[in-house]
């Protein structure tokens, strides 16, 4: 038997074992052929299938692409954040120069900016599960280009994890998080 | 209320520590640390004199839950006010931050209000 990919591994067993079969058949051994010419034909069908998918397309070019859009997008985001931050800090300063009222209101407004630029660190941590899909993504489609042979196991925690690490999931989706009276209820519920 | 006390704030995300600490000069409190992850945060609280830890939990090399638990095992640590302000929301995350004795939990994206009422009230009892 070849060293090749395990379909060609097949493949060959195919042809070894029709190369056994001689003479008149059985009906039991004309039944095996049969079997064994459809798994044969099986075999040379999926393996032009993946060939047309350009499945290596998607490792070399399309996942490594979109990995460093996605961290563009990030650094792009933060870039922007503490622009939005220095102006902040700027109109804060000037507080001290306007009448009471008027100072307020900038103070409040202010506020409201500095709440809102957390998206930068909440689309960060969820563009950050993003990447490590589409990197377990990237995982899986190797070991299938590479051989049939086995798949790596799902990307998940290390088995070392300290609870902190196992606890890390990121923010959730807006209909599955907790909102904060939900987090203050449960934290009374423990006095 | 003693606003004169040192915080010490702990975000892997720059922009985050930022908010943070202006959030807390619009309330007064000036002397504030930063520390950009748990282990950066436990070598400053065991070097300094923190009256209020604020931490993160997603962090590397060391989380906010780790954290926590290494000052409350700390004899000196102990009894440091720990407020987590983290985007972790499962019920899991919330049970497990106050079984490891976390002061109170904000979640974000938190409001200032949120920030401000939580932190008198884990300073009203501290």
Redesign the interface.
């Known amino acids: 038997m070849p060293d090749g990919n395990p379909p060609d591994q097949i493949e060959a067993a195919v042809r070894a074992v029709l190369g056994t079969l001689s003479g008149d058949l059985t009906v039991t051994e004309a039944a095996l052929l049969g079997e064994l010419e459809a798994l044969g034909r099986e075999v040379k069908r999926a393996k032009s299938e993946i060939a047309a998918l350009s499945v290596e397309d998607i490792n070399e070019s399309h996942i490594p692409a979109a990995t460093d859009e996605l961290d563009a997008v990030v650094e792009h985001t933060a870039t922007a954040t503490n622009e939005i931050l220095d102006a902040c800090e700027t109109l804060e300063s000037l507080q001290s120069k306007l009448d009471e009222g008027s100072a307020q209101a900038l103070g409040n407004a202010v506020t409201r900016i500095y709440e809102a630029c957390s998206f930068q660190d909440i689309t960060g941590q969820r563009i950050a599960k993003v990447v490590s899909a589409l990197k377990a993504i990237e995982a899986r489609v190797a070991a299938v280009t590479g051989s049939f042979g086995s798949l790596p196991s799902a990307v998940g925690k290390r088995a070392d994890a300290t609870e902190g690490e196992q606890l890390a999931n990121g923010p959730q989706l807006p209909t599955n998080a907790s909102s904060q009276a939900d987090i203050d209820a449960l934290l009374a519920s423990f006095d | 209320m003693d606003k004169n006390l040192n915080v010490l704030i702990v975000?892997d995300?720059?922009?985050?520590l930022?908010?943070i600490r202006?959030?807390l000069k619009?309330l007064e409190f000036d002397n504030v640390e930063e520390a950009s992850d748990?282990q950066e945060a436990l070598s400053k609280l065991r070097t300094g004199n923190f009256g209020l830890v604020i931490s993160d939990?997603?962090m590397a090399p060391?989380?906010?839950?780790?954290?926590l638990?290494e000052v409350r095992a700390d004899a000196r640590l102990k009894d440091t006010p720990f407020i987590m302000i983290t985007?972790?929301?499962?019920?899991?995350?919330?049970?497990?931050a106050?079984q490891a004795g976390v002061s109170?939990?904000?979640?974000?994206?938190?409001?200032?209000e949120?920030l401000r009422g939580k932190i008198e009230k884990v300073l009203g009892n501290a």
Do not use: C, H
């Open positions: 975000d995300y720059k922009t985050m930022r908010i202006n959030l619009q748990g939990w997603n060391m989380t906010g839950l780790d954290l638990k985007a972790e929301s499962k019920t899991e995350n919330v049970v497990a106050k109170n939990y904000i979640v974000k994206p938190f409001n200032a949120t």
